[in-house]
């Protein structure tokens, strides 16, 4: 199916779909195998097992090893890698046009072939408990997720991608062999390529790797989380306070997810924004602050990070809700309301400039939404939101003021008591 002039789609009968972007003018190509499946569809004895065999099929093959994996790809200086979020995985390489049947040809091989050998396993196992242990040793890391475990409790989406210590420690062999060949089945899987790239030619070629319909489809059948409120104070002797002042916010698809953007990017998404110009250009009181949004197919939250000195955390955390509370009351300006489209417009074109970029994009889009836009009408989005669409989110995003506050630093468990929503 033709998309547009540069994307086309199409869909084999074993499940698997193909989605391409031709960028002619470019020598190379990122091509990524997406698997809709993440952290949030482990059962709670597995968690973390999404993230452990996105590691394992990197360590060999009947007729590849680690290392020759590793060298097909630096032989032609090309990079190969692979990530796990709460909701799909990805396994991803950028080469040149001229190399990527080799690119496509390890990728798709480690994908349904790994030997999950019991010593790489073992070895493995290491690797990833140091990393779950850097992570807790990374506070302005680590509040992330401590913000997802109090706002979403025992839901799921509330673990982290990493897993537990308990779980990665005891997980066995066939556990994640069995998750793996259930959960990477064609149903579940999106090939998205962007650059110097043949459509017809990978969509043979991705036909003779899933050849016929195996494993099932994820179907999320556990109810969307709900929402909890209060504050949360973890007790460490880090030399700052790491916050987070969240709330629960837009799934994936709703359709004010373009004015939820703009939202963030007027409080906390650039050096222009009212929380960086407030927090740390009028008072230096932060290094680091920010907004962001999370979006999920059932869920979402927004949320404020803000890393200061233990003695200033309650008063940031009074100036952030200050500044939630002004936006309920007065709006936005048709200043700031002119600069975040300006800001969204550069930031969609300067982030597609590159053949990675723009895989990404076409790969999330497929397997979360099927729908595939461009830029050009990502940007007629923007460009078509009214001041009336982001009152509208922001009375639904931040007028419950529903809020949860997730602190690391060194406090009692009742410091923040009276920032409880």
């Known amino acids: 199916m033709l998309l547009g002039n540069r994307f086309e789609r199409t869909t084999l009968d074993s499940g698997v779909t193909i989605v391409t972007e031709k960028m002619a003018e470019v020598r190379s190509v990122s091509c990524g195998f997406w698997f809709d499946v993440g952290s949030r569809d482990e059962p709670d004895n597995l968690a973390g097992t999404s993230h452990f065999l996105e590691h394992l099929l990197f360590k060999g ?15 032609v200086g090309g990079d ?18 001229q190399d990527l049947p080799m690119a496509v040809d390890v990728l798709s091989e480690m994908i349904t072939e790994s030997l999950i050998d019991p010593s790489e396993l073992e070895s493995e196992r290491k690797v990833i408990l140091e990393e779950i242990a850097m992570h807790e040793d990374a506070p302005d890391e680590l509040v992330h997720d401590l913000f997802y475990r109090s706002m979403w409790q025992e839901h799921p989406l509330g673990r982290p991608v990493l897993g537990f210590n308990s779980t990665i420690s005891v997980v066995e062999r066939d556990e994640i062999a069995g998750y793996w060949h259930e959960r990477y089945s064609p149903s579940n899987c999106v090939v998205a390529a962007a650059g110097n790239v043949d459509h017809e030619w990978l969509v043979e070629t991705v036909g003779q790797v899933f050849s016929e319909s195996f494993g099932r489809r994820t179907l999320r059948a556990d109810e969307a ?5 209060g504050v949360r104070v973890h007790k460490r002797p880090t030399e700052q306070a790491h916050m987070i002042l969240g709330m629960p916010a837009l799934h994936r698809g709703h ?14 998404g650039g050096m222009s924004s009212r929380l960086f110009q407030e927090i740390r250009e009028k008072r230096g009181l932060a ?37 939630f509370d002004s936006i309920l009351s007065s709006g936005i ?11 969204l417009r550069g930031s969609l074109v300067l982030s597609a400039e590159d053949p990675g970029s723009r895989m990404t994009r076409l790969g999330k889009q497929q397997l979360t939404t099927g729908e595939i836009m461009s830029i050009d009408e990502l940007i007629a989005k923007v460009e078509a939101l009214t001041m009336d669409d982001v009152t509208r989110v922001v009375e639904t ?17 009742d410091a923040f008591d009276r920032h409880a929503a």
Do not use: W
């Not at 869920?299 to 990070?305: D, H, K, L, M, N």
């Not at 931040?398 to 009692?412: I, Y």
């Open 225 to 229: 989380p709900t929402g909890t409120t």
């Open 80 to 97: 190969v890698n692979a990530f796990t979020g709460k909701e799909y995985t990805c396994y991803y390489s950028r080469v040149l046009d």
């Open 61 to 75: 093959t009947p007729s590849r090893s680690a290392k020759d994996i590793a060298d097909a790809f630096d032989a």
């Open 255 to 268: 359709e004010d997810r373009h004015a939820l953007a703009l939202l963030d990017t007027i409080l906390g």
């Open 287 to 323: 290094y680091s602050v920010f907004s962001y949004r999370s979006m999920f197919a059932d869920a979402g939250t927004f949320s404020v990070y803000v890393g200061t000195t233990p003695q200033n955390a309650d008063t940031v955390l009074d100036l952030v809700r200050d500044e």
């Open 397 to 413: 995003v931040l007028g419950p003021r529903s809020h949860t506050v997730t602190v690391v630093g060194p406090f009692d468990e």
């Open 333 to 343: 300006t048709e200043a700031e309301f002119a600069r975040a489209k300006g800001h």
